[in-house]
């Protein structure tokens, strides 16, 4: 057999010879008027003029309104009640429900907001249709209102529902006091429970008052350890009378420096 011989060459019209192939460039966006527009400036300089209004309002917020600083948060305070940021208020919101809380706190903590998001990554395969009006998306404008209602009233519900007169004290800045811990009057505090409420330190906590600086003379002390005040029941105390004086004169006694 000859070399070449009976080897034949097939062309094929599908495929466009290199002089006739044009680059894969897309169309202008000219071409397509109310439609589109160019990326860079147009596009770009809208996103960030709108960034910057909504940056600006938010530094303004920051200064009228200056956001409260809390004493440094103690592992031992277990009084102690967290409160998130405001956008996750409403997640916090959603758990205090019996549906999503307790045993069934999986289903608020990770099912619904599970389906939420999974249905916020399946919106553009969902609702895949050119329209761009909300009346003629009424599958996406559903589930776009449906999220936002549930946002705002869970986010609102949290706002009304919060003790914010508690979450204020629990975190409120006390100034620094040493604590003798070998002080009778301060084994007097451990021995009747007194700590698990004021705390160790006797700054206060989920609710309780600090007992530093409470400006209160023994007498008075002793009448609240005795017949109890607000959230603290009468009969707290369990010693003698003497060792009621000591506790009082102790409390009554813790100054800050």
């Not at 916020?120 to 404008?141: H, M, N, Q, Y």
């Not at 007498?219 to 009378?241: C, H, L, Q």
């Not at 000591?246 to 009554?252: C, F, Q, T, V």
């Amino acid at each position: 057999m000859h070399r070449g011989k009976g080897m034949k060459f097939v062309g094929d019209s599908r495929v466009p010879a290199p002089s006739e192939r044009k680059p894969n460039i897309p169309k202008d966006y000219s071409e397509y008027p109310g439609k589109t527009e160019a990326f860079w400036p147009n596009f770009l300089l809208k996103e960030w003029m709108v960034g910057a209004v909504f940056l600006i309002g938010f530094l303004c917020l920051t200064v009228a309104h200056e956001p409260p600083l809390e004493k440094i948060a103690d592992p031992s305070d277990t009084a102690y009640i967290p409160l998130p940021d405001w956008y996750f208020l409403f997640l916090y919101q959603l758990l205090k429900y019996t549906y999503a809380s307790g045993p069934f706190n999986a289903v608020g903590a990770f099912i619904i907001p599970g389906l939420a998001f999974g249905a916020l990554l399946l919106a553009p395969f969902i609702d895949r249709g050119p329209e761009r009006r909300p009346s003629k998306r009424p599958l996406a404008t559903g589930f776009m209102l449906l999220a936002i209602a549930g946002i705002t009233f869970l986010t609102w519900q949290s706002v009304a529902t919060h003790d914010w007169e508690a979450a204020a004290n629990q975190g409120k800045i006390v100034a620094e006091v040493e604590i003798d811990t070998e002080a009778e009057g301060y084994k007097l505090l451990e021995a009747n429970n007194c700590l698990s409420c004021h705390g160790a330190e006797l700054t206060g906590g989920g609710g309780s008052p600090a007992l530093v600086d409470t400006g209160l003379t023994p007498e008075e002390v002793s009448e609240i350890a005795k017949n109890g005040r607000g959230s603290m029941p009468a009969g707290m105390f369990k010693g003698t009378d003497e060792e009621l004086k000591k506790l009082a004169e102790y409390i009554s006694g813790l100054t800050s420096k």
